[in-house]
């Protein structure tokens, strides 16, 4: 079992920053990939980005550019840098883990970007 707990989210005015963190509980490894996806109001869940280690990033279109996903392997946690943000990057942010064939989510944390 792996339990994911999401944190950072907030208002934010277009142009800002935030930092999403995702603290991940249970025995996560290196191979596995960790992740964000997002759902905004009457839209279906999108990839934002993910990573596994030793390989580079995958980015949704809409981000690439202005997002930026890390790990820890050893703290088994992993961050969302968000630059440049956008009123349509308005959303419900999940942590993401899929590990032996079985996808684990966070709860979400919301982002609004509004001025």
């Known amino acids: 079992q792996v339990q994911l707990v999401e944190s950072g989210g907030g208002l934010v005015q277009p142009g800002g920053s935030l930092r999403l963190s995702c603290a991940a509980s249970g025995s996560v490894l290196s191979s596995n990939v960790m992740g964000w996806y997002r759902q905004a109001p009457g839209k279906e869940r999108e990839l934002v980005a993910r990573?596994?280690?030793?390989?580079?990033?995958d980015y949704g279109d809409s981000v690439e550019g202005r997002f930026a996903i890390s790990r820890d392997n050893a703290k088994q946690m992993v961050w969302l840098q968000m630059n440049s943000l956008e009123p349509e990057d308005t959303a419900v942010y999940y942590c993401?883990?899929?590990?032996?064939?079985?996808?684990?989510w966070g709860r979400g944390t919301l982002v609004t970007v509004s001025s």
């Open positions: 993401h883990v899929r590990k032996d064939g079985m996808d684990y």
């Open positions: 990573i596994r280690s030793g390989r580079y990033p």
